[in-house]
């Protein structure tokens, strides 16, 4: 069964490499996580898992409230161990 993404429109916004900065860190189990993301209809709160992360910031893959999965980088403060 494929993996439904969340559409271009409702993506999360995602911070840019001088932003978020390196060196990037990718671990071999990515820990759950619940971050803050902010998309066009406002911010929200997602479950996820950080795929990678730097001093600055960390890529989440989360699911959205209609279960489809997303990416983006947020700053690290956003983010909480769950």
Known sequence: M???HVPLSEQAHSLGPAQYGEPVT?????PPVRAWI???TGHEAVDGVAVAWTPRA???RYTD???REGFAWVWANAVARR
Not at 26 to 30: K, L, N, Q, S, W
């Open 58 to 60: 960390v890529r989440v």
């Open 2 to 4: 494929a993996v439904e």
């Open 26 to 30: 990718r671990p071999d189990e990515p």
């Open 38 to 40: 902010h998309t066009r």
């Open 65 to 67: 409230g209609h279960g």
